[in-house]
Nanobody
Framework: QVQLVESGGGLVQAGDSLRLSCAAS????????MGWFRQVPGKERVFVAA???????DYADSVKGRFTIFRDNAKNTVFLQMTQLKPEDTAVYYC???????????????????WGQGTQVTVSS
């Protein structure tokens, strides 16, 4: 079992930056592909960014050039650096993990094995 704990959410203004963190409970993190998703009430959880065990990354078109996902294996933590935030970025953000010792990226929620509890990000205009 892997526990994921997100932190770093909050209320910011449009154009501000925010960094989300997701700490994993076990060192299997190092063999895991990680992802960030977001969800607004009444809608499905959608892909934001992913990083493979080997460090490759990809992003949803809506956040490319503004968000950066990166991992610190020594701290069993994955981060989502968000810049130039927009009101439409408002959502609950979830991190997810899949035990996958490869360079594969995963984009669908159903492909992940473990989820955090979520952290609220609210961007005011």
């Amino acid at each position: 079992q892997v526990q994921l704990v997100e932190s770093g959410g909050g209320l910011v203004q449009a154009g501000d930056s925010l960094r989300l963190s997701c700490a994993a409970s076990r060192e299997t993190f190092r063999s895991s592909a990680m992802g960030w998703f977001r969800q607004v009430p009444g809608k499905e959880r959608v892909f934001v960014a992913a990083v493979s065990q080997a460090g490759s990354a990809d992003y949803a078109d809506s956040v490319k050039g503004r968000f950066t996902i990166f991992r610190d294996n020594a701290k069993n933590t994955v981060f989502l650096q968000m810049t130039q935030l927009k009101p439409e970025d408002t959502a609950v953000y979830y991190c997810a993990a899949r035990i996958a010792p490869s360079n594969v990226l995963y984009y669908r929620p159903g492909t992940y094995d473990y989820w955090g509890q979520g952290t609220q990000v609210t961007v005011s205009s």
